[in-house]
């Protein structure tokens, strides 16, 4: 009872996990505002700190039991490894202590340090989360046989786990192209801006803000000496919708901008929600297309051969498809077919033979003439 009442907590966190990270990229596409936002960041660290725990404490019972490697490699450990601690570190937890620490200490350091970046694509990681779904899909019908839980779980994986590094890391490659990188071209107004007004005499500065905030709309508020000269939104609009990693502080000698990190967070966005959507569709189209398919060719013949070998009274017969005949366990079920149902039944009604009696050497002989 309490396994199972584990297990469904388990299940619930994965499914709210999933929705709350599509949510919080929604979030960031649509500009909820900043409370509802920050609300979402809090509610990603309570799930991930979950996580972790889950994972320690499943690692630890499997250590005390000898069954650590056991876990980890065949029990998707390694999912609830990069699913949980990474996440805590690098992610939720930077997140939360810089909202706690009044958004300073950790994202001051954004630009130098791409710390935002990062984040994101660390945050992939948790999409890692759904492969858990593989162990409770219960109302499938290859989940009865272990063989195709452990073949559909190894398969979906491997794909699942190729994609999300391939996105990651060719996230970074296009990243560091400078002509087909829209982060790039982001830093490279932002320097422009930077290097003209902290180089411009005070009598021009206000002329160069002016122009400068026309054409490039990411410059939120110029101070100089402390005095504003320039702010896009008024006071209310910045507290309401700006959290402390949507806009990006520079300092130019005396001068002080303040710059929109909005749209970079948007693009991360965007990349996080097409990685989930590709991850997701890969996975429904394993668990109901090829998982299905499976079950057709390889587990339920083999389940038939087995119930035969096992019971007296069980005739039935492997159906085989015409297209498929030359497939390894195909061929293996004619012979079954032909050869050990006829000689089954023929030693039943005579009395000569119990199933039971029937070893498999004789029957191996049988099935070499295929």
């Given at each position: ?18 929705l709350q990270t599509v949510v919080d990229d929604v979030a960031t596409l649509a500009d909820w505002p900043w409370n509802m936002r ?222 929109d990190y909005r749209p970079l967070n948007r693009f991360q966005a965007e990349q996080s929600l097409l990685i989930f959507a590709i ?33 007296p009274s069980y005739n039935l017969e492997v159906k085989i498809p015409s297209h498929l005949k030359n497939d390894e366990v195909f ?40």
């Amino acid at each position: 009872m309490k396994r199972s009442f584990w297990e469904n907590l388990v299940v619930g966190g994965i499914i709210l996990v999933l929705l709350q990270t599509v949510v919080d990229d929604v979030a960031t596409l649509a500009d909820w505002p900043w409370n509802m936002r920050k609300i979402l960041l809090y509610l990603g660290f309570l799930f991930d700190l979950f996580f972790t725990v889950e994972f320690l404490v499943r690692l630890y019972l499997s250590y005390v039991e000898g069954q650590a490697k056991e876990y980890f490699f065949r029990g998707f450990g390694w999912i609830d490894l990069l699913a949980s601690i990474p996440l805590v570190l690098f992610s939720s937890g930077p997140v939360v202590y810089g909202l706690l620490a009044g958004g300073v200490p950790v994202f001051g350091l954004g630009r130098s340090l791409n710390l935002l970046k990062t984040v994101k694509i660390v945050r992939v990681a948790r999409i890692l989360r759904v492969l858990r779904m593989l162990k409770v899909v219960k109302q499938l019908k290859q989940t009865d046989s272990v063989m195709a839980q452990r073949h559909i779980g190894k398969i979906a994986s491997s794909v699942l786990t190729t994609c999300i590094l391939v996105f990651s890391v060719g996230s970074f490659l296009i990243q560091s192209v400078p002509e087909h990188s829209f982060e790039q071209m982001y830093w490279s107004s932002i320097e422009s801006a930077c290097q003209t007004l902290g180089s411009a005499p005070s009598a021009e500065l206000p002329t160069e803000v002016k122009r400068i905030a026309s054409v490039l709309p990411s410059l939120l508020k110029v101070k100089a000496e402390g005095k504003d000269l320039y702010l896009r939104h008024d006071s209310f609009y910045l507290v309401s919708r700006f959290g402390p990693y949507d806009y990006f502080y520079e300092q130019r000698g005396s001068v002080e901008l303040y710059f929109d990190y909005r749209p970079l967070n948007r693009f991360q966005a965007e990349q996080s929600l097409l990685i989930f959507a590709i991850v997701l569709g890969t996975l429904l189209v394993l668990l109901f297309s090829y998982a299905p398919h499976f079950a057709v060719t390889v587990t339920d013949p083999l389940f038939v051969m087995l119930k035969g070998f096992k019971e007296p009274s069980y005739n039935l017969e492997v159906k085989i498809p015409s297209h498929l005949k030359n497939d390894e366990v195909f061929r293996l079920a004619e012979q079954y077919n032909e050869e050990y149902l006829p000689l089954k039944q023929r030693n039943l009604s005579t009395g000569e033979m119990e199933v039971s009696d029937i070893k498999w050497e004789a029957v191996s002989e049988l099935f070499k003439k295929g």
